[in-house]
């Protein structure tokens, strides 16, 4: 089966500062990356999605990642944060053993944007 | 458009007891997936369903089922509750072959 890690469980980024929020990915064959956000009491919201093309996929709200097949990671970044990005992201990718709409999920990264 | 729609947002539950949780999706989309969050476990799949038809089902027991109606909303029931099944049910649509779900603002279950 397909999965992701996202390795750290907190990030603490102080406001105006660029926030990266770390993702690994292990599949067979193409990946189709996601990322999602999620704020509290809410469900997730969809961030950007890499399925084929440049490795720099630029998305909602000043968000970016980029797509590393050597590295088999998806690193989210946004140049400048703010505090209202301060919420649970979470990294997925299309578990393709089982059909297009089952996604296997992170464990999520909790982010701190700091004023 | 109308979002995903899920309810009730809030219900608790006694052990033993039994819940039906709901979604109506996006309209034009045709899959229904659900999912259960919690923060030991994570996302976790439980079943998507296309058409009517359940098309993937995760590794959950058999008192987690679902259905979904030929209008496309779908519902899920959990028999004879456990504590353990407290947790933030949501609901994801697509449209077919869709690369990106739409999440619903979830249901959030607590089993007493």
């Known amino acids: 089966a397909q999965s992701v890690a996202q390795p750290e469980d907190q990030v603490n980024v102080a406001e105006g500062n660029p926030l990266t929020v770390k993702c690994t990915y292990s599949v067979s064959g193409n990946p189709y990356l996601f990322w999602y956000v999620q704020y509290p009491n809410r469900g997730l919201q969809f961030l950007l999605k890499?399925?084929?093309?440049?490795?720099l996929v630029k998305g909602s709200y000043g968000f970016e990642a980029e797509f590393n097949k050597s590295q088999t990671s998806f690193h989210l970044k946004k140049p400048s944060a703010l505090v209202s990005d301060s919420a649970l992201y979470f990294c997925?990718?299309?578990?393709?053993?089982?059909?297009?709409?089952?996604?296997?999920f992170g464990k999520g990264n909790q982010v701190v944007v700091i004023p | 458009k109308a979002g995903v729609t899920q309810t009730p947002r809030y219900l608790i539950k006694t052990r033993g007891q039994q819940v039906t949780l709901s979604c109506s999706p996006i309209s034009g989309h045709r899959s229904v997936s659900w999912y259960q969050q919690t923060p030991g476990q994570g996302l976790q799949f439980l079943f998507e369903y296309f058409s009517e038809t359940q098309r993937n089902k995760g590794n959950f027991p058999g008192r987690f089922s679902g259905r979904q109606f030929s209008n496309s909303r779908s519902e899920m029931n959990v028999s004879t509750l456990e504590l353990g099944d407290s947790a933030l049910y949501l609901c994801a649509t697509g449209s077919s072959g869709a690369n990106v779900l739409t999440f619903g603002a979830g249901s959030r279950l607590t089993v007493l």
């Open positions: 997925a990718v299309r578990d393709m053993d089982y059909g297009n709409n089952r996604l296997a």
């Open positions: 890499y399925i084929t093309g440049d490795n």
